[in-house]
């Protein structure tokens, strides 16, 4: 390998796995290896985090990282001066390894690791993916970050100021070239389940908080279950992140028996197999800055139907799905039962979404982007 490699320093922390990890193992799997040395920082040996990049070099967080960040939740200021403790040693991790640039992608890390690299005197993108209301967004980035990558428009404050003036919007990748065989692939899924075939599949996929509703899914499917007349089956991939959401959830789908069938399904990898075997993908998230499976459920030929919120227009514009008012299971049950009413319909919007997705979301073009942002950085410690 080249010395002249720039070492890139990606520190990840916890347990649950989400649609950010499955993003940056995306952009890790095809960075040229003579050009970047890959260093992956858990906070965990033996983590179901650390196994999914166990193709890349790992070392452990020199600092055990706090349990009381739940994911969802606003990161405060209490949370961020408890980030403090572990600051001095981070700092010497990034000086013995050399590190040239830290690249965090999560709340808790741009805390824990923002702060330590402006210690170290190592470069920082700070990879922002969750709403542009977030404290740390708004006031920790600009003033810590070198630079700021989004994955939307709508995920950067209206106010911009220090890093934030320069900020970009990379989109997220995705692999464009996967072939998908819709018909099997929902077969797989019938059998698993033991339905009709003629049963109405309607997928969630994400992690189990609040901004994500997955309450408000259970009780579209099971509005939806009352206008088809079909076996009608809410399938929730994921898992929880929050106890007590978690409990609610399993009281909801045990109550939606009589009109729908609510299935806990786990995290499975690649999600967009199993979004390809849904009739249906209903995003009823409020303030998603732009969820992967409404680019997976473009590529696959899903239809969806989701929120008018969030980054949820700027992934389906100007018509690759249908939008429905937040807060209102109804009207996405109502827009659901009438876009599977019409196939004609919903094959057009299918492959026009497939079509513009190919052209956005390719990960050829999120590699050459973030690769233009790395290099830009070599080049200003270069003049230094």
């Not at 190592?122 to 700021?148: C, E, K, N, Q, Y």
């Amino acid at each position: 390998m080249s010395d002249d490699r720039l070492t890139i320093c990606f520190p990840l922390i916890g347990e649950i796995l989400g649609g950010s990890h499955v993003s940056l193992k995306g952009l890790l799997d095809r960075l040229p290896r003579d050009k970047y040395r890959i260093l992956i920082v858990c906070d965990q040996n033996g983590s179901r985090i650390s196994r999914f990049f166990e193709d890349f070099e790992q070392i452990p967080d020199p600092v055990t990282a706090r349990r009381d960040f739940v994911v969802g939740q606003p990161f405060g200021w209490r949370k961020i001066a408890a980030a403090m403790r572990g600051l001095p040693h981070r700092a010497k991790l990034l000086r013995e390894q050399g590190v040239d640039i830290v690249h965090t992608n999560d709340g808790q890390n741009h805390a824990y690791w923002g702060l330590a690299a402006k210690l170290a005197g190592t470069a920082h993108v700070w990879h922002h993916r969750s709403d542009p209301t977030a404290r740390g967004i708004r006031f920790m980035a600009p003033l810590l970050a070198d630079r700021i990558v989004a994955v939307s428009e709508f995920a950067l404050p209206a106010k911009r100021w220090g890093s934030l003036r320069h900020a970009r919007v990379i989109h997220s990748p995705f692999d464009i070239s996967a072939t998908i065989d819709r018909a099997a692939a929902r077969r797989k899924l019938v059998e698993e389940l033991g339905c009709r075939e003629d049963a109405v599949l309607c997928g969630y996929f994400g992690l189990f908080i609040d901004r994500k509703k997955p309450l408000d899914f259970i009780a579209a499917v099971r509005e939806l279950g009352k206008r088809t007349g079909k076996p009608t089956f809410g399938l929730l991939f994921g898992e929880a992140a929050d106890d007590a959401l978690y409990v609610r959830i399993l009281s909801s789908s045990a109550a939606s028996m009589e009109q729908a069938n609510i299935r806990l399904m786990g995290f499975r990898s690649p999600g967009i197999d199993w979004i390809s075997a849904c009739d249906v993908l209903l995003v009823p998230a409020i303030g998603e800055p732009l969820g992967r499976t409404l680019v997976e459920a473009m590529l696959a030929g899903t239809p969806v139907v989701a929120t008018r919120s969030g980054g949820n227009a700027e992934a389906l514009a100007p018509d690759h799905g249908v939008l429905v008012p937040p807060d209102n299971p109804g009207e996405m049950a109502e827009a659901a039962d009438a876009l599977l009413r019409d196939p004609v319909r919903c094959r057009a919007m299918t492959e026009r979404a497939r079509e513009n997705a190919v052209t956005r979301f390719s990960a050829e073009r999120h590699v050459s982007q973030i690769e233009q942002v790395y290099e830009q950085l070599r080049t200003a410690r270069s003049t230094l």
